[in-house]
């Protein structure tokens, strides 16, 4: 049959775009199907003539509109499997308690909640009434709200996992806590903390007391950056030599710090050295006055010698990530805000690949606690956060250098740079 897409047949051996990418499978049989099922429709038309002719007609009306609904999927946006727990954990139920309330401790609530196994026993702010909004919303009893959280971890006990969402300042600090009280599994948010140095030392007591630390970079754990890593891993773009983003106004370690785990995880390669220029924070920082996290643009080389040039400067407007990867034999583009990627590979053919699921914190949230409490768990990024924090700091030490390169990795010493951010 000659409707074969010419990329397809291009691929390695053994190898679909749909192994990769399965929502890509569904998106390209649809629209085989649905140019198939017009031909088949246009010959049984011609032959019968009549009656056939109006089924046909009719039913190429309703392939029309499902296509229009959906853009190019043809039959159907693609249906992704809802988070859930694998293998032998897929059985068991999770007990798991959260440090911190605010917007981000609200979605991870809503997040865990919505996976199978997984039960909230545990939620602890030292803001009460945001505590309690939150419990409130989440329907949590009230014996499982705590305002303190050593009260938490001793109440709560046993946890098979404590997520920290407080803001960064506290990462380290908390899971200190939670490690102490023997917990197995800690997840921090990103970034990992305001130090480096402390982050390393609590990496290292994490490996030491056999405790699996992650690091909340979510966009790892979306099935549509999974997939276009397994592209770039299987060679579909060839070798990925450069990325560029534009993030729209942004923050550094709130915003960007995102992009730059999202460039050393698709480049599979450690950060070189950064240069960058920051602009001068104006505006009190929404998460409190003693935080700061300027917008700017920062253009990093790593040591595979592919670079990423990451803009979050305050004129690009509201947010509208934009993801450009180009390799040596095709590029992808990711569209974060319109929700779907492309792939342009050798053929020079366009395939333009609806996301998944929505980037949204919560369902993200699911995947990330499934996959840590599955066993073996698929993503754990203490490694990788503590990079991103340094890639943040590194930022800032290029811009105190007027614009000559920092080179990564940065010592404890160079890393005490007195700047807090959220
Ligand atoms: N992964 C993501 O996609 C994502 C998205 C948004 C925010 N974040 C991260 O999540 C973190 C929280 O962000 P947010 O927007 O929820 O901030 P926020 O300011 O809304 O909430 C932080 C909460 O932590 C509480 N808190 C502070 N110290 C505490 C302590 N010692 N014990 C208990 N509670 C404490 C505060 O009272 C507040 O309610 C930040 O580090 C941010 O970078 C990650």
Redesign the pocket.
Not at 124 to 127: L, V
Not at 165 to 168: I, L, P
């Given at each position: 049959m000659a409707l074969w897409p010419r990329d397809w047949r291009m691929l390695p051996s053994g190898e679909t775009l749909g192994d990769v990418a399965p929502q890509f499978l569904g998106h390209s049989a649809n629209v085989l199907v649905r140019v198939e099922s017009v031909r088949t429709m246009s010959h049984t038309a011609n032959t019968f003539g009549g009656y056939a002719g109006r089924i046909f007609l009719q039913m190429r009306k309703e392939i029309r509109r499902r296509r229009l609904e959906v853009g190019e999927a043809g039959w159907g946006i693609p249906q992704p499997q809802p988070a859930r727990l694998r293998g032998i954990s897929a059985t068991k139920h999770y007990r798991v308690a959260v440090?911190?309330?605010?917007?981000?401790?609200m979605?991870q609530c809503q997040g865990l909640l919505a996976v199978k196994g997984i039960q909230v026993v545990g939620l602890?702010?030292?803001?009460v009434e945001?505590l309690n909004q939150v419990g409130d919303s989440m329907n949590l009893a009230s014996n499982t709200r705590f305002s303190d959280?050593n009260e938490m971890l001793r109440k709560a006990a046993p946890l098979d996992m404590v997520s920290i969402?407080?803001?960064?300042p506290?990462?380290v600090a908390?899971g200190r806590l939670a490690l102490t009280s023997g917990v197995k599994r800690i997840l921090l948010?990103?970034?990992i903390d305001v130090s480096l140095r402390e982050a390393r030392a609590f990496r290292e007591e994490c490996i030491r007391a056999n405790t699996l630390l992650a690091v909340?970079?979510?966009r790892r754990w979306t099935l549509d950056y999974r997939a276009i890593n397994r592209c770039i891993s299987r060679g579909f773009i060839g070798e990925p030599r450069s990325i560029f983003v534009t993030v729209g106004k942004g923050e550094l370690?709130?915003h960007a710090s995102?992009y730059f785990d999202l460039c050393h995880y698709l480049f599979n390669s450690n950060p070189a050295w950064v240069v960058s220029n920051l602009e001068p924070v104006r505006e009190r920082n929404p998460?409190?006055a003693t935080f700061e996290d300027p917008s700017g643009f920062c253009l990093f080389t790593f040591e595979n010698g592919a670079r990423a040039y990451i803009d979050f400067s305050s004129d690009l407007g509201p947010k509208d990530p934009f993801v450009a990867i180009k390799g040596t034999h095709g590029r992808i583009t990711v569209d974060e805000q319109r929700m779907f990627w492309t792939l342009q590979s050798r053929s020079q053919r366009l395939w333009s690949i609806p996301f998944a699921e929505p980037l949204k914190?919560s369902t993200?949230f699911s995947r990330v606690a499934a996959d840590l409490l599955s066993r073996p768990p698929v993503t754990a990024t203490e490694e990788s956060g503590l990079v991103a924090l340094e890639m943040v700091i590194g930022s800032h030490l290029a811009q105190r250098r007027s614009g000559h390169q920092v080179t990564f990795p940065i010592t404890n010493e160079d890393s005490e740079i007195g700047v807090t951010f959220?």
């Open positions: 440090i911190g309330a605010g917007s981000q401790g979605s602890s702010d030292i803001n945001r959280a969402a407080t803001t960064a506290h990462h908390l948010e990103k970034p909340n970079y979510s370690g709130m995102h998460r409190g914190s993200l959220p």
